[in-house]
């Protein structure tokens, strides 16, 4: 996570670098320089995007900002690819995967008035706007605020906050019913918190969105989070060598025929059980020295370039996360008392992040699907299936195509954007997977692993 430190004095932002220096980043074929300009959901968004095609992050994340706007902003920003050093640190970036249609202008100088998006995605983009301009009008609050968190979702969050807060005494005093209440109520909190706020769809106020990516400390990194889910899943899901996540495990598991098999992968019917147990545990501390030591997360996504310091800090960091998770039972208890409460809370939460995140693309009528038109190849390529206890325990992951086509839009709004997203799907004939319930989902994905199992 990399942020200015000159607009703020808190902990968080201190450990962040300024965005002053931000390399080029390519839009639609065009290089842009955005270094100094204050983005209004924060400069973490713009660290994002430098120094690699950002078509995608800058579509899916200005769905609703008038395009003039958009453009003439852009248009203040560009710079010639020729006397400014403009790099990709992807050379899978010089070919851009999705096809954005033209706008026709009448004469060359000319701003597109549109977004350069296909009739499906227009029309999408339209009724769902429609949607969130009567909720602003009927709640009395700005078009920007409408889709972020309501007042009603933030008073679940302090719920939810109280619940888990209210077992951290006896879990340090080593009370054995904490070993799954604690583990159980924070991932409640955290995945209800942490996604929208990776998403900017917490709140209005990027510094809010930023703390709120800390409270993920028994899953996830913020900053290996925005390469996995933001840059990389979120952009190409399910895109052989652009989603990081065809590639988790890839020595025991296989998620794309386009992954050579192995003789291990014959075993992984069976062998996802363990993997769903240390998945969060490598994801916290294994693919960081990955990442570090390679440039890439995943060989998939190619890491933000970051200073020295800011490394020393996020290593440093790591570790502090490392000693609250795994080290300090081991100070408090001892035996195998020091080792439940070392290892069981993590891997608790561990099985519940994958319940809440693999059946969402794996299954075999999602996996190595392509289509060029961004929109579609999101609602292609997700999984969505309802039920109120789906809803609060994956914090609205179950509602994974609304979510893929409008990311900054808060979880809590997705229910009410599922029957118009169904409909213009079906009006353009665009296949949207829908499952009963959690139970049928996850039938689906032990097929599709059950599939990809053999050569």
Not at 5 to 32: D, E, F
Not at 181 to 192: E, K, Q, R
Not at 262 to 288: D, E, S, V
Request: proline content about 6%.
């Amino acid at each position: 996570l990399v942020v200015s430190s000159r607009t703020s004095n808190t902990l968080v932002l201190a450990n962040m670098a300024t965005l002053h220096n931000l390399k080029p980043m390519r839009i639609h074929g065009k290089w842009y320089d955005m270094s100094d300009f204050e983005h209004p959901g924060g400069p973490i968004m713009l660290k994002l995007g430098e120094g690699r095609d950002a078509t995608a992050l800058f579509e899916a994340h200005h769905p609703f900002t008038n395009r003039l706007y958009l453009e003439k902003l852009l248009a203040r920003h560009e710079v010639d690819a020729n006397k400014v050093k403009c790099e990709l640190w992807d050379k899978k970036d010089e070919d851009e995967l999705f096809e954005w249609p033209e706008y026709e202008a009448k004469n060359p100088d000319e701003l597109p008035a549109i977004a350069p998006v296909t009739p499906f995605a227009l029309e999408l983009r339209s009724r769902v706007r429609e949607y969130f301009e009567r909720e602003a009008k009927s709640r009395g609050v700005p078009f920007i605020q409408a889709l972020k968190a309501t007042p009603a979702r933030i008073i679940q969050i302090v719920l939810l906050a109280a619940v888990f807060l209210a077992t951290v005494p006896a879990f340090l005093r080593g009370e054995w019913w904490t070993l799954i209440a604690t583990p159980i109520s924070y991932w409640i909190l955290g995945v209800n918190v942490f996604h929208d706020a990776s998403h900017f769809a917490l709140s209005r106020n990027w510094r809010v969105n930023a703390l709120g990516t800390y409270i993920g400390w028994w899953f996830s990194s913020p900053l290996e989070w925005y390469h996995e889910h933001v840059i990389g899943h979120h952009a190409y899901p399910n895109v052989p060598h652009r989603d990081p996540d065809l590639y988790h495990n890839n020595t025991l598991e296989r998620h794309t025929k386009t992954l050579r098999h192995k003789n291990l992968h014959r075993y992984q019917p069976y062998t996802w059980y363990p993997i769903w147990f240390i998945g969060t545990t490598a994801m916290n501390f294994l693919k960081p020295l990955q990442m570090f030591t390679s440039g890439f997360y995943n060989r998939a996504v190619a890491m933000i370039h970051l200073s020295d310091r800011r490394k020393i800090i996020h290593v440093l960091g790591r570790l502090l996360v490392f000693c609250m998770c795994h080290v300090w039972p081991f100070f408090v208890f001892s035996g195998l008392k020091a080792v439940a409460f070392s290892i069981l809370p993590i891997g608790i939460v561990s099985v519940c992040f994958m319940i809440s995140s693999q059946v969402n693309h794996l299954t075999p009528e999602n996996i190595d699907k392509l289509d060029l038109d961004y929109y579609k190849h999101q609602v292609i390529t997700s999984h969505s299936f309802p039920g109120p206890l789906s809803f609060l325990f994956t914090g609205g992951l179950n509602y994974q195509i609304e979510h893929h086509l409008f990311p900054t839009i808060n979880h809590c709004h997705l229910p009410y954007l599922q029957p118009i997203v169904k409909d213009t799907c079906k009006r353009h004939g665009v296949f949207y997977h829908e499952s009963r319930d959690i139970g049928e989902a996850m039938s689906k994905y032990l097929t599709h692993m059950k599939m990809m199992s053999v050569p």
